[in-house]
């Protein structure tokens, strides 16, 4: 359900590649054992390590090389923990901003549990963005995010994320500080919402924890099961803000996940069609420096597209483009295309690139009717009653 970087409608396999988007796993380690990573504890099944100064010095030559010095850049440091290695995460951020000319965004993706107060105010100086990753109410998050001790750690990590919203709101022209919920298990949608919204959060991110690569545990029919409620809980609440909310701005007012108010702006005109961005606009790059289409491929060697000193492999690269014009192919006839934004073709690396991966197209398409239909609702075309939705298991 993310999409990052505004994308021409059609993309050329020919376009050069100048990313603007980096995706970098500057730590390949994490000090929570969470049951449902993804990541493999941000490891990717390999040892925990994180981007030494030799590396990140010429990645820094190769991002302004690649980018271009007049061009903006967003930096997202994700995948593992950034502040179990923060000083060294910083002295690469202020080398990098200090040979571009050009505006340096970053985000932080963190579990919250390890930042110290002097680390958040320093992150509020820099102007870096925090997502803090907490899975709302202590009961649903103390049950799959423990620390290596098995120990709860929704407490520090919701005191983190309240202190850094405190920092954000006291300044002007600050930064953001999100929260970014992972449903797992027998959670569900309604209740994060609400946790959220009792807290003052009226956005949020959001997504069923989705099958475990890493670790070993693929269990479709639970994430199927575990997909249906999440739709279900998600068109309760979009109906119920589009009655809430009619004759008001409903993306801007809307208490509701992310995901649901990006299609509503997109459906208002007000966001333009949007691509992932992998391997055109879009490049990830794992400690070790190896270089992929994006951060989806992380721990999948077969999948690189070159590494920092030896810059992209124009055939790899071209390879990567044209398989994924191939998992495309059936987009193009799809009346969901502009709401889902093309889909993840990093779903399954094992499998290639590949688009529906785990039926994911048909979690986008439902995913986008419950968006047409409250949209509809709160323009006063339908009813605030949900209409059955075609190919939803459940």
């Known amino acids: 359900m993310q999409g990052k970087v505004t994308m021409p409608e059609a993309q050329s396999t020919e376009a050069p590649y100048s990313p603007g988007v980096w995706e970098i796993a500057f730590v390949q380690d994490c000090n929570l054992r969470c049951s449902y990573c993804c990541t493999g504890f941000g ?8 981007m030494q100064p030799e590396v990140w010095r010429r990645l820094t030559d190769r991002m302004l090389e690649m980018s271009g010095k007049q061009r903006d850049i967003h930096l997202s440091l994700a995948t593992g923990e950034t502040f179990l290695h923060f000083d060294e995460a910083m002295g690469f951020l202020d080398h990098l901003r200090g040979l571009s000319t050009g505006q340096i965004d970053v985000e932080i993706i963190t579990n919250g549990t390890v930042a110290t107060s002097e680390q ?9 963005s925090l997502c803090f990753s907490i899975d709302g109410p202590a009961s649903r998050h103390d049950a799959f995010r423990k620390s290596s001790d098995r120990k709860p ?68 029919s639970e ?14 609440l979009a109906f119920s803000e589009a009655k809430r909310l009619r004759g008001r701005k ?13 299609s509503w702006r997109r459906l208002n005109d007000a966001s333009p069609y949007r691509s992932c961005g992998a391997g055109y606009s879009t490049i990830g790059v794992d400690a070790d420096g190896t270089l992929y289409p994006c951060q989806g491929f992380f721990g999948y060697a077969e999948r690189s597209i070159g590494d920092i000193p030896s810059g992209v492999d124009a055939a790899k690269l071209a390879e990567f483009r044209s398989a994924r014009t191939r998992a495309e192919a059936g987009c193009s006839a799809c009346w969901a295309r502009f709401l889902c934004d093309g889909g993840c073709c990093a779903a399954d690396p094992n499998a290639g690139v590949v688009i529906d991966a785990w039926k994911q ?13 409250s949209h509809q ?16 298991t459940g």
Not at 158 to 175: E, F, L, S
């Open 250 to 262: 409903l993306a801007e007012e809307a208490a509701a996940p992310l995901g649901i108010l990006s």
């Open 377 to 392: 609702s709160w323009c006063g075309y339908g009813t605030c009653a949900a209409r059955p939705r075609e190919g939803v």
């Open 153 to 220: 750690t929704q407490r520090i990590a919701m005191r983190n994320w309240r202190r850094y919203r405190a920092m954000v709101d006291a300044v002007a022209n600050g930064t953001t500080c999100q929260v970014y919920s992972v449903i797992a298990g027998e959670g569900r949608l309604r209740d994060v919402a609400r946790f959220w919204r009792k807290r003052g959060v009226m956005r949020f991110k959001a997504i069923p924890a989705e099958p475990n690569r890493h670790l070993g545990r693929v269990e479709l």
């Open 223 to 236: 994430w199927e099961t575990r997909r249906a409620r999440y739709l279900e809980d998600l068109e309760a």
């Open 120 to 128: 958040l105010r320093t992150c509020l100086e820099k102007k870096i």
């Open 361 to 373: 197209c048909e979690f986008f398409k439902a995913h986008a009717e419950i968006a047409i239909q």
């Open 43 to 50: 490891r990717f099944g390999r040892r925990a390590t994180f």
